[in-house]
């Protein structure tokens, strides 16, 4: 059990770093309260940090209850879960990549999209919103930079290194145990 838990770490740890490392952001739909009713997913949206071309929605639910669709803007608005475009529900933890810089809207059937579960993201082009960026240089003294990708890699590696260190124990105790 501790050693499936093992690789289920490692496995999540390598992938994260792999989504950071290819500059994608992976959006949790609804933050902590993940894809349930009566959240106000416009307001999710409205407070999560700019989705660009390539990055990935991860939606946790209750697959016994819930699911998540693809519709287009009418059936959005008008909460119709009939002829959808494509459907993103595998095992209640279901991510999907968002390819183009258009609007995606989501929804769950079963009448909760009455219910707020619904959701509409825009997805930008990579270059968009780095125009009105200009690159500047860091002051030599000034503490690092603590955007989005360097942390994704950063904690996975700290994950890793403790990781190992259990490991590299443990063999230790059982060879002084074989002794
Ligand atoms: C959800 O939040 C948006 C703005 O953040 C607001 O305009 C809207 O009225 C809210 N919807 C509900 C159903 O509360
Ligand atoms: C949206 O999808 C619904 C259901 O498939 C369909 O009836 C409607 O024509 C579509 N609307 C647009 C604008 O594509
Ligand atoms: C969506 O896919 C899941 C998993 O394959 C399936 O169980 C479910 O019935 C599908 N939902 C719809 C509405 O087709």
Not at 5 to 19: E, F, L, N, P, S
Request: charged content about 20%.
């Amino acid at each position: 059990m501790a050693a499936v838990a093992m690789v289920v770490a490692i496995t999540v740890v390598v992938m994260t770093t792999m989504i950071g490392v290819m500059g994608e952001d992976l959006h949790r739909v609804g933050g902590s309260k993940g894809w349930r009713p009566d959240v106000n997913y416009t307001d999710w949206f409205a407070h999560e940090k700019t989705i660009y071309v390539g990055d990935w929605l991860i939606f946790y639910f209750d697959k016994r209850y819930y699911n998540v669709l693809e519709v287009n803007k009418t059936s959005y608005e008008q909460c119709i879960d009939k002829d959808f475009v494509k459907n993103v529900t595998r095992g209640g933890r279901d991510v999907v990549q968002l390819t183009e810089p258009r609007a995606y809207y989501y929804l769950s059937s079963g009448g909760y999209c009455f219910h707020q579960m619904r959701v509409a993201v825009n997805v930008v082009a990579k270059d968009e919103g780095k125009d009105h960026h200009t690159p500047t240089i860091a002051p030599a003294s000034s503490a690092p930079s603590q955007n989005s990708a360097s942390s994704i890699i950063i904690v996975p590696s700290i994950v890793i290194a403790c990781i190992w260190i259990v490991i590299v124990n443990a063999i230790n105790v059982s060879l002084f145990n074989f002794k």
